[in-house]
């Protein structure tokens, strides 16, 4: 019972990591920014950001659901094993595209929300 609580407990701080960092996305951009030069001076067109973006959306989406990684976050699994079967690079590659994705998605939504409450705000003068 204890490992299931652990294991539980792992899946949602995992998540709630990807969610922070998609709340704090602004700052830690800036950070990286400031940190690294010149990935100020890379510039991307908005077609090719949001391609990148329903890209990422998908494919954490995707591993979310191979995964079954909802089952993980309310205990349905009585048992939790990595598979020896399978390579260790895809794994980290869907667990990497699930963090992606909810930090991606909750940066998206905040902004989206943001601009949304805007129009109802009053003007600051």
Do not use: C, N
């Not at 294991?7 to 969610?19: C, E, I, N, R």
């Not at 349905?76 to 699930?98: N, R």
């Amino acid at each position: 019972m204890l490992r299931q609580i652990h294991v539980t407990a792992g899946y949602w701080l995992f998540l709630l990591g990807a969610v922070h960092l998609g709340m704090q996305w602004t700052r830690f951009a800036a950070a990286m920014k400031k940190q690294l030069p010149s990935l100020a001076r890379i510039r991307l067109p908005l077609a090719l950001k949001g391609i990148a973006a329903v890209i990422i959306l998908v494919f954490g989406g995707m591993a979310f659901a191979e995964r079954d990684v909802s089952s993980r976050l309310f205990m349905v699994y009585a048992f939790d094993f990595f598979d020896d079967e399978q390579p260790a690079m895809l794994f980290l590659l869907d667990y990497a595209s699930i963090f992606a994705a909810f930090t991606m998605g909750t940066h998206l939504l905040l902004t989206w929300l943001s601009r949304s409450m805007a129009r109802f705000l009053p003007k600051q003068s």
